[in-house]
């Protein structure tokens, strides 16, 4: 009999979504005759620690919430050795819509019971285990902003916020480092992609692949109009932002990002540093369930 056990951010989404977007995925799971649990997180930490357990028990721990839920459990299944599902809950999902995840209850016990166990590529960021993107900048100010006003509807706060980012936000210097080949460079954002995913949809680094053992780092120039910030977005939508003469990608291994002076950091979702950040490359260390 397949084992799963959900373990629940209470607090995903706008208000709180997750047990209710969780029972009816549970309860067709116990009607394919799978044995079946599930446990509210109490932080990031608890939730790593008990996706090790679990997974340790021989376990399919889902999680069921947002991005920032999705690393954390991700970090425990990494190290016990497990297999991940995953259960969107929260208000971006990106890596749940870059994996194709259906979006009804019923598609999402299908591939929880009889999807393919896909090995997936995550970054290594200072030993915290991050499936998405790593960002420097006036991404993860946004980002701050996003976390700070949860009631608001999830699209239109994803669209507003890279605005009063701009408004803050002034470029930084930041000393790159990609497989031990260092520049200096004046940013209005850094990504590290790995999904390539973020901010409710859009394909911020759409040369990213989940699988191919390579960092994506795409930076933006300094000198980059905000006023322009707009068209920016617009573009990144679809991926075609990567056209613009301040937009460049490059790939590594292994990342140093280290700036000037104290800017937030992002990955998935919430803060990391505030300085610097290595980043590794650990390919295909992740076993997720996907379609």
């Known amino acids: 009999m397949t084992a799963f056990t959900a373990l629940l951010n209470p607090v995903s989404g706008s208000g709180g979504t997750s047990v209710e977007r969780w029972e009816p995925v549970a309860a067709a799971l116990r009607a ?13 930490a608890q939730a790593s620690e008990r996706a090790e357990q679990l997974s340790a028990e021989g376990r399919t721990v889902v999680a069921v919430g947002g991005d920032g839920l999705a690393r954390d459990v991700a970090g425990g299944v990494v190290a016990g050795d497990g297999v991940l599902g995953i259960v969107p809950a929260g208000r971006g999902n990106d890596l749940a819509l870059r994996l194709g995840l259906p979006h009804t209850p019923e ?9 393919r166990t896909r090995a997936i590529d995550v970054l290594d960021a200072d030993g915290v285990i991050v499936p998405g993107n790593v ?38 210097f930041f000393e790159l480092t990609l497989d031990g080949v260092t520049t200096t460079e004046h940013l209005m954002m850094v990504v590290a992609g790995n999904s390539g995913r973020y901010g409710h949809g859009l394909h911020i680094v759409p040369s990213a692949v989940l699988d191919d053992g390579l960092i994506h780092l795409l930076t933006v120039d300094g000198s980059a109009s905000l006023l322009r910030l707009a068209s920016f977005m617009k573009q990144a939508e679809h991926g075609t932002h990567v056209e613009r003469p301040e937009v460049t990608v490059r790939t590594a291994r292994e990342i ?14 919430d803060e990391l540093a505030n300085r610097s950040v290595t980043l590794r490359c650990r390919p295909r260390a992740l076993r997720i369930l996907a379609p």
Do not use: H, Q
């Open 135 to 172: 960002y420097a900048g006036i991404d993860a100010l946004s980002a701050r902003i996003i976390n700070r006003y949860r009631r608001v509807p999830a699209l239109l706060l994803y669209r507003i916020a890279p605005v009063l980012a701009a408004l803050r936000w002034r470029p930084a």
């Open 256 to 269: 140093v990002i280290r700036a000037a002076r104290e800017v937030p950091f992002g990955a998935d979702g």
């Open 107 to 115: 598609g999402l016990a299908r591939v929880l019971l009889d999807g």
């Open 32 to 44: 394919g005759g799978a044995d079946v649990a599930m446990e509210p997180t109490r932080g990031a």
